[in-house]
């Protein structure tokens, strides 16, 4: 089944053999989510999504990540966090 995750980049590794590895917060957990030049590893996230994730560290860009039925991720939607709703109530 399809589903999707919310949330922002909170940390980012990038390493000289090309990995890149982004640590995204949501739901008041952290998930790592990976890229590796070595197309055998497990969980390996697109280059094209994660470097897209990976400039969205220390901004004001909210993420929603969508996973196919395969639970491999298909696309992301970043948009403006709107902190102001939180402190209103």
Known sequence: MSHSIFGQVVGVRKYVNGDIEIDFYHEDEITEFRH???????GNFPKELIETLATTLASDICVEIYFGDDGNPTYIELEECDYDDEFEE
């Open 36 to 42: 590796s030049s070595n197309p055998a590893r497990l």
